[in-house]
């Protein structure tokens, strides 16, 4: 089946800090991607609807500002989260829509102290 | 509203017992449904889909879930499961009609597999 990849898989960074994440569909073109963030023992929350070229959709409460994300190509999208703090420690899961389902990265445990 | 069901949080069963796992979904229309299975710390792998036609569906790992329209439930099942089955799964819908498209995941299953 087709792959997608996430990039790095765990980080860890201090508060205040900026944190990228990649996510890479590896044999398909993707022109719409999504972000998850997913807490301990919860479901997978949609944060955003990233579509290549243009402005990504965010769902309601989600800050714009501080979850910037980036679609330059069929291929990546970029999760930024700006000025992080503690409470911004999760599991960020990209997901890029394929011909029929959608498919699912590994994920980024990301953890600020 | 619209929503997707799963009302076991907690699921334990023994190695080659039968596994069933619940969904149900409100929508007005069929959706598109799902099911992804999570190990811990990984992301989601597909295991089987419905889009139409015949209603039991198989998938991957010995899986498969059975469509009823009248009961608005897709519900997995396994006949015998294994310890390696020990994981998250997770329902899931795309509505069929509209612009959004995206995928809205049921709440999730955890699986204890007891040897």
């Known amino acids: 089946g087709a792959v997608v990849s996430q990039h790095p898989s765990w980080v860890i960074c201090k508060s205040g800090t900026s944190v990228k994440i990649e996510c890479r569909s590896l044999?398909?073109?993707?022109?719409?991607m999504f972000w998850y963030r997913q807490f301990p023992k919860q479901s997978l929350m949609l944060m955003a609807t990233?579509?290549?070229?243009?402005?990504?959709?965010?769902e309601q409460g989600v800050e714009k500002d501080k979850f910037l994300i980036n679609h330059a190509s069929l291929t990546l999208s970029t999760l930024t989260v700006t000025s992080a703090h503690p409470e911004d420690s999760s599991f960020y899961i990209c997901?890029?829509?394929?011909?029929?389902?959608?498919?699912f990265g590994p994920g980024t445990r990301l953890l600020v102290l | 509203a619209q929503s997707v069901t799963q009302p076991d949080i907690h699921i334990t069963v023994s190695e080659g017992a039968s596994l069933e796992l619940r969904c149900n979904y409100s929508?007005?229309?069929?959706?598109?449904l799902f099911w992804y299975v999570q190990s811990p710390g990984q992301g989601l792998q597909l295991l089987l889909k419905?889009?139409?036609?015949?209603?039991l569906v198989q998938g991957i790992k010995g899986f498969e879930a059975e469509f009823k329209r009248s009961q608005s439930s897709f519900n997995l099942r396994k006949p015998s499961v294994h310890w390696s089955d020990a994981a998250e799964y997770f329902c899931?819908?795309?509505?069929?009609?509209?612009?959004?498209?995206?995928?809205?995941f049921g709440s999730g299953t955890q699986l204890t597999v007891l040897p």
């Open positions: 997901s890029a829509r394929g011909p029929s389902v959608q498919y």
């Open positions: 044999d398909f073109q993707a022109t719409t």
């Open positions: 990233s579509n290549e070229g243009s402005k990504a959709t965010y």
């Open positions: 929508y007005g229309a069929t959706p598109y």
């Open positions: 419905y889009f139409s036609g015949d209603t």
């Open positions: 899931a819908v795309v509505l069929t009609s509209g612009s959004a498209r995206q995928l809205t």
